[in-house]
T-cell receptor, first 116, second 115 residues
Framework: GAGVSQSPSNKVTEKGKDVELRCDPISGHTALYWYRQSLGQGLEFLIY????????KSGLPSDRFSAERTGGSVSTLTIQRTQQEDSAVYLC??????????????FGPGTRLTVL | AQKITQTQPGMFVQEKEAVTLDCTYD???????LFWYKQPSSGEMIFLIYQGSYDQQNATEGRYSLNFQKARKSANLVISASQLGDSAMYFCAMREGWSNYQLIWGAGTKLIIKP
């Protein structure tokens, strides 16, 4: 079946502009995660959605970042008034959401954001 | 304190040789899961292998196996017969407790396979 898809694959924007990044999870997966990865760094957790529960936004670095998930499927990560330090690869992952040890996150190809 | 430690920032290995990537972890929760992911230069994070804390056997997936030493809290990834396409970043991650969705990530090891 289809994996996690993300769009756009690359985004170049000017400082101060708003950007929207899209994630389409694996069909049937109830859990969705957003991460940020700066150049040469590990993954930084941003936000987690599980079904209809309130999302865990504890990883969002500032109030310029927000995310929504419509209909329990597609998610959009929005960054307002982008700053140069927002430049990174934004990775989306989904999982079945089962409370078992084997619940595995599967990742999309990422969106490379460059803020000039 | 680091929960996941990958002590090898970079490794060079000759093609066809086996390679071991180190991962040590720290948790007091008896229930946990350990994951290895591969990230090639294209950027996608690819799931490789999983080991649960109660699993009696070491996990294997094709050329990948996990050398799980619970008492030493290590979960090293072994790649047999390395190939040029194995060149990538490799990340170890842990989930503490079955109901905890968050993964704790290591800093990664950059593996380069030499022809």
């Amino acid at each position: 079946g289809a994996g996690v898809s993300q769009s756009p694959s690359n985004k170049v924007t000017e400082k101060g502009k708003d950007v929207e990044l899209r994630c389409d999870p694996i069909s049937g997966h109830t859990a969705l995660y957003w991460y940020r990865q700066s150049l040469g760094q590990g993954l930084e957790f941003l936000i987690y959605f599980q079904g209809n529960s309130a999302p865990d936004k504890s990883g969002l670095p500032s109030d310029r970042f927000s995310a929504e998930r419509t209909g329990g499927s597609v998610s959009t990560l929005t960054i307002q008034r982008t700053q140069q330090e927002d430049s990174a690869v934004y990775l989306c992952a989904s999982s079945s959401g089962s409370s078992t040890s084997t619940d595995t996150q599967y990742f999309g190809p990422g969106t490379r954001l460059t803020v000039l | 304190a680091q929960k996941i430690t990958q002590t090898q920032p970079g490794m060079f290995v000759q093609e066809k040789e086996a390679v071991t990537l180190d991962c040590t972890y720290d948790t007091s929760d008896p229930s946990y899961g350990l994951f290895w992911y591969k990230q090639p230069s294209s950027g996608e994070m690819i799931f490789l292998i999983y080991q649960g804390s109660y699993d009696q056997q070491n996990a294997t997936e094709g050329r990948y196996s996990l050398n799980f030493q619970k008492a030493r809290k290590s979960a090293n990834l072994v790649i047999s017969a390395s190939q040029l396409g194995d060149s990538a970043m490799y990340f170890c991650a842990m989930r503490e407790g079955w109901s905890n969705y968050q993964l704790i990530w290591g800093a990664g090891t950059k593996l380069i396979i030499k022809p």
